[in-house]
């Protein structure tokens, strides 16, 4: 018989919605300003994407201890241009690793 997985804990949203947009709209100046002319596996790429991802689970939450559908969206969505061209098309697979 296989084993149940049991479920976590779910942890609530911590930021309110007005603070949340004020985070992220930080995030995306940094973005614009530094990050994206970064080359992928730059350490501040890297920092950039889990500031990004606390900050999306502090506004969400996180349902039954996973993340939330919104913050996963968020993290494995695809740019509409050639990896070879664009500075953050890292690819992330479910576990968290890139290439």
Same mark, same amino acid.
């Given at each position: 018989?296989?084993? $149940?997985?049991?479920?976590?804990? *779910? ?5 309110? &919605?007005?603070?949340?947009? $004020?985070? =992220? =709209? =930080?995030?995306?100046?940094? =973005?614009?300003? %530094? !990050?994206?002319? @970064? &080359?992928?596996? %730059? &350490?501040? !790429?890297?920092?950039?994407?889990? *500031? *990004?991802k606390g900050i999306l689970n502090q506004i969400f939450g996180q349902p039954n201890g996973e993340? %939330? ?5 968020? @993290?494995?969505?695809? !740019? ?9 098309? !890292?690819?992330?697979?479910?576990n968290g690793d890139t290439f």
């Amino acid at each position: 018989m296989a084993a $149940r997985k049991t479920q976590q804990e *779910t942890i609530p949203p911590t930021l309110s &919605p007005y603070e949340g947009i $004020r985070y =992220l =709209l =930080l995030q995306i100046k940094q =973005l614009e300003q %530094h !990050v994206i002319s @970064l &080359p992928q596996n %730059h &350490p501040d !790429v890297s920092n950039w994407g889990s *500031t *990004t991802k606390g900050i999306l689970n502090q506004i969400f939450g996180q349902p039954n201890g996973e993340m %939330h559908s919104k913050t996963s969206d968020f @993290l494995y969505a695809r !740019v509409a241009c050639k990896p070879t061209y664009c500075p953050m098309a !890292v690819t992330k697979t479910p576990n968290g690793d890139t290439f």
